[in-house]
C-alpha cells in the first residue's frame, strides 16, 4: 500500500479528530466506536508512513505532518462530495440503437421498457450494423444495441455484455415484377443461382455478412457485391430499386415501394438477436430493457427454435448469441 490507495474513511477520521482534537468527541461526531477511530488514524498514519497526532492521557495534538495533511484532506473529502452530488440525481439519457428506423424488435423492446420505467430517458437512434455499433458502445459513444453479437470480433465481444432477445425468422425483400414475388413463401433452394445484397463491402454490417454467407454456402446463392450504403428507408428503397437485386432481410423489416419481402422457408433459417451494451455500464434503463425483452420473448416464444429450423454455427438452440 501506499498514499494512492487511502480509503476517503481513514481521512473522514482523521479530519473529525484533528477538528475536535478529542477522540471520543470525534468518534461520536461520525457515529462509529472510539476503539474503531484509533484503528483508523492507527492505519491512515501507517499509510502514510508519519505521525498524525501526539497523543497524551490529557490532550490530543497535531504533529507537523499532521498539519500538513489537514488542508489536503479537506480538499480531498470536498471533491469526494462534489463527485457523489453529481451522480446524486436522476441517471443521464440512455442511447440505444435500434438498428432501424421503422418497426422492429429493437424499437419494441425499447418502447416496452419505456413502459417498465418511466422514470428513465431512454433515447432512440439507429446505426444500421452491429459491427458500428458495438465500436462505438466500447468507446463510449453509445449505449445499447441489438444485432448477431456472436459475429463480432472476439476482442471486440469480449468488452461486451449480451443477453439473448430473439431468433429472428429471415425473408428477403423482392422486386414486386421478380419471378418470386408471386409466392407467398420463399424455399432457399429457390434462390440457388441469384445474387443477394446482404451488406457486402460495408464496414458497418459485417456480422449481418457473415451471417449471411453461412447461410447461403452450398446453397448456390452469391453475395450481391457492394452497393451504396444507404441511410433510412426511403434511400434504401431508391438504391433497392436501381440495383432491383433481392435483399437478405428480417421478417420485420420495414415494407418498401415496388418490393414485396417474402419470408424463407425450407429450412425457416433465423438470426440470433441480442440485447448488447458495455460490461461496466450500470443503469436501470439497462435493467428496463432486460426486463422488457425478457418478457417479450416469453409472451411471444421469440427464443423458441421449431424443428428444422437453421441457426449458424456458432449457436445451438437455446445458447445465448455469443
Known amino acids: 500500500m501506499n498514499s494512492r490507495d487511502v480509503d476517503p474513511r481513514l481521512l473522514r477520521g482523521f479530519l473529525a479528530v484533528a477538528e475536535e482534537l478529542h477522540f471520543s468527541r470525534a468518534a461520536a461526531r461520525l457515529y462509529v466506536a472510539q476503539q474503531a477511530l484509533s484503528r483508523d488514524v492507527r492505519r491512515l ?8 497526532f501526539v497523543r497524551t492521557t490529557r490532550a490530543v495534538e497535531l504533529t507537523l505532518d499532521g498539519e500538513r ?13 462534489e463527485l457523489a452530488a453529481a451522480f446524486a440525481g ?11 428506423d ?24 439507429f446505426e444500421s450494423g452491429l459491427t458500428h455499433a458495438a465500436a462505438e458502445i466500447a468507446a463510449g459513444r453509445l449505449d445499447v444495441s441489438f444485432g448477431y453479437a456472436a459475429g463480432l470480433a472476439p476482442a471486440l465481444r469480449s ?32 434462390l440457388a443461382g441469384e445474387s443477394v445484397y446482404a451488406g457486402a463491402g460495408n464496414p458497418r454490417t459485417l456480422e449481418w455478412t457473415g451471417l449471411a454467407r453461412e447461410l447461403f454456402a452450398g446453397r448456390g446463392i452469391a ?34 415501394p415496388g418490393c414485396v419481402k417474402r419470408p424463407l422457408v425450407d429450412p425457416v433459417p433465423l438470426s440470433p438477436l441480442a440485447l448488447v451494451w458495455r460490461r461496466d455500464l450500470r443503469h436501470p434503463g439497462v435493467d428496463a430493457l432486460q426486463r422488457a425483452a425478457d418478457g417479450l420473448a416469453a409472451a411471444h ?9 437453421w441457426l449458424p454455427a456458432a449457436l445451438t438452440p437455446g445458447a445465448a448469441p455469443g
Open 159 to 190: 468488452r461486451l455484455a449480451h443477453r439473448p432477445v430473439r431468433y429472428e425468422p429471415l425473408a428477403v425483400l423482392l422486386p414486386e415484377d421478380h419471378a418470386l414475388a408471386a409466392r407467398a413463401e420463399v424455399p432457399l433452394a429457390a
Open 45 to 52: 498514519e501507517r499509510l502514510l508512513g508519519s505521525a498524525l
Open 69 to 81: 495533511l489537514l488542508p489536503h484532506a479537506r480538499e480531498v473529502l470536498r471533491a469526494h462530495e
Open 301 to 309: 416464444g421469440w427464443l423458441d427454435v421449431p424443428p428444422g429450423s
Open 223 to 256: 453475395l450481391a457485391p457492394p452497393a451504396p450504403v444507404a441511410v433510412g428507408k426511403e434511400e434504401f428503397g431508391r438504391v433497392m430499386a436501381k440495383t432491383r437485386t433481392p435483399v437478405l432481410a428480417t421478417v420485420d423489416f420495414v415494407e418498401l
Open 102 to 125: 421503422g418497426p422492429g424488435t429493437g424499437r419494441r423492446v425499447l418502447e416496452h421498457a419505456r413502459e417498465l420505467a418511466p422514470g428513465c430517458e431512454l433515447m432512440a437512434r
Open 90 to 100: 436522476p441517471p443521464r439519457a440512455l442511447l440505444v440503437d435500434v438498428n432501424t
